[in-house]
Antibody, heavy 126, light 107 residues
Framework: QLQLQESGPGLVKPSETLSLTCTVS??????????WAWIRQSPGEGLEWIGS???????YYNPSLKSRVTLSVDTSKNQFSMDLTSLTAADTAVYYC??????????????????WGRGTLVTVSS | SYDLTQPPSVSVSPGQTARITCSGD??????AFWYQQKSGQAPVLVIY???KRPSGIPERFSASTSGALATLTISGAQVEDEADYYC??????????FGTGTKVTVL
């Protein structure tokens, strides 16, 4: 069974950079038709997609975060990572990593998240 | 940006039917997907491609799309169905968007 596990600091200071890693087990990140994504959820709020990365390094980002986010993948470690710069209190959230299935159907390109990590709480505070 | 609008809350008595709507301009051209998120847990996919249930999801979960409205139905709601529910879709520009979320209370 595929499992994803987020790791990284639980507390970061304003203006600093958040770096999170997702370790994939029970499957490979080097698989076609699947992207690897980051999604976050601020306390008491809804879900926000941050961005997705393919195993060859292709990325796409939420336009609202694009200027501050960089995603990458390390196939040798079966991991993918996220850097989020210029943090503010508004970036306090539970950060989830997830597998994103992308495919082409009669409706055009479709995608959805089929496996999720348990999430890690990141607090931005001095 | 692309918006998916859901009612903030829905209440239902055990054994009754709960319906959660999701309004989005991309429907019905694009598929609707539905996630269940119980307190303190990661979301779980309960419906994909408008109306299909993944393996392991109870039959009481069903969904449909009509025009710009997608609807998730829980027939015979159980106490364990109490959770937040999010619709999800991607518009023609590739924007990955979750709905605003609906808190379902079963009491």
């Amino acid at each position: 069974q595929l499992q994803l596990q987020e790791s990284g600091p639980g507390l970061v200071k304003p203006s600093e950079t958040l770096s999170l890693t997702c370790t994939v087990s029970g499957g490979s990140v080097s698989i076609t038709s699947y992207y690897w994504a980051w999604i976050r959820q601020s306390p008491g709020e809804g879900l926000e997609w941050i961005g997705s990365v393919y195993y060859i390094g292709t990325t796409y980002y939420n336009p609202s975060l694009k200027s501050r986010v960089t995603l990458s993948v390390d196939t040798s470690k079966n991991q993918f990572s996220m850097d989020l710069t210029s943090l503010t209190a508004a970036d306090t959230a539970v950060y989830y990593c997830a597998r994103e299935r992308e495919y082409y159907d009669i409706t055009g390109y479709e995608n959805y998240f089929d496996f999720w990590g348990r999430g890690t709480l990141v607090t931005v505070s001095s | 940006s692309y918006d998916l609008t859901q009612p903030p809350s829905v209440s239902v008595s055990p054994g009754q039917t709960a319906r959660i709507t999701c309004s989005g301009d991309a429907f019905p051209k694009k598929y609707a997907f539905w996630y269940q998120q119980k307190s303190g847990q990661a979301p779980v996919l309960v419906i994909y491609e408008d109306n299909k249930r993944p393996s392991g999801i109870p039959e009481r979960f069903s969904a449909s799309t009509s025009g710009a409205l997608a609807t998730l139905t829980i027939s015979g709601a159980q106490v364990e169905d109490e959770a937040d529910y999010y619709c999800y879709s991607t518009d023609s520009s590739g924007n990955h968007t979750f709905g605003t979320g609906t808190k379902v209370t079963v009491l």
